[in-house]
T-cell receptor
Framework: AQKITQTQPGMFVQEKEAVTLDCTYDTSDPSYGLFWYKQPSSGEMIFLIYQGSYDQQNATEGRYSLNFQKARKSANLVISASQLGDSAMYFCAMREPGAQKLVFGQGTRLTINP | DAMVIQNPRYQVTQFGKPVTLSCSQTLNHNVMYWYQQKSSQAPKLLFHYYDKDFNNEADTPDNFQSRRPNTSFCFLDIRSPGLGDAAMYLC??????????????FGQGTRLTVV
């Protein structure tokens, strides 16, 4: 059974600083996909970034990058130059091939202070 | 342009009174999901459709049902809402191609209050 763990219930960061949100996962399948979503207070889930287990390079999307360490089964999200609008819940999620469903971690509430 | 649309955004229902939440998509995705999310918790998958095939999670109460009359629409029916069913309900879609590499697109959610 797959499992996603986010060990940081809350993070507080000063504006313009970089922040790393932790995510570890557990799967016996060599092929899987890892996703990060942002959920602002409005409730909608916004897709941020994707990393495939066979991808040779760490994924990047603008200010978001993924620190993927396959041997350690970790997929940490790095947000550079944080902004006030980055304050939200952040969820790590995983899907295995052949499995249609996306399973989420517990989430990390990020607060950016001015 | 909204691609996954949930109606209504806010729903208030009486204890025990059936309620239906709706979701529509313009992405022509073959998979549609319903998640329940309670305050400060992770979204919990209730069930999903892969085309017309319904897949129920083992721990989803019988009180929750779903219908998918066509590719674009999916409904969540709560037959007898209890106070514990108050939550945000998220609909999502995805194009499943046998790999784990396609993200799910979410609607804005319906916040259900039970009084």
């Amino acid at each position: 059974a797959q499992k996603i763990t986010q060990t940081q219930p809350g993070m507080f960061v000063q504006e313009k600083e970089a922040v790393t949100l932790d995510c570890t996962y557990d799967t016996s399948d060599p092929s899987y996909g890892l996703f990060w979503y942002k959920q602002p207070s409005s409730g909608e889930m916004i897709f941020l970034i994707y990393q495939g287990s066979y991808d040779q390079q760490n994924a990047t999307e603008g200010r978001y990058s993924l620190n993927f360490q396959k041997a350690r089964k970790s997929a940490n999200l790095v947000i550079s130059a944080s902004q006030l609008g980055d304050s939200a819940m952040y969820f790590c999620a995983m899907r295995e091939p052949g499995a249609q469903k996306l399973v989420f971690g517990q989430g990390t509430r990020l607060t950016i202070n001015p | 342009d909204a691609m996954v649309i949930q109606n209504p955004r806010y729903q208030v229902t009486q204890f025990g009174k059936p309620v239906t939440l709706s979701c529509s998509q313009t992405l022509n995705h073959n998979v549609m999901y319903w998640y329940q999310q309670k305050s400060s918790q992770a979204p919990k998958l209730l069930f999903h459709y892969y085309d017309k095939d319904f897949n129920n999670e083992a721990d989803t109460p019988d009180n929750f049902q779903s219908r998918r009359p066509n590719t674009s629409f999916c409904f969540l029916d709560i037959r007898s809402p209890g106070l514990g069913d108050a939550a945000m309900y998220l609909c999502a879609t995805s194009r499943f191609q046998g790999q784990g590499n396609t993200e799910a697109f979410f609607g804005q959610g319906t916040r259900l209050t039970v009084v």
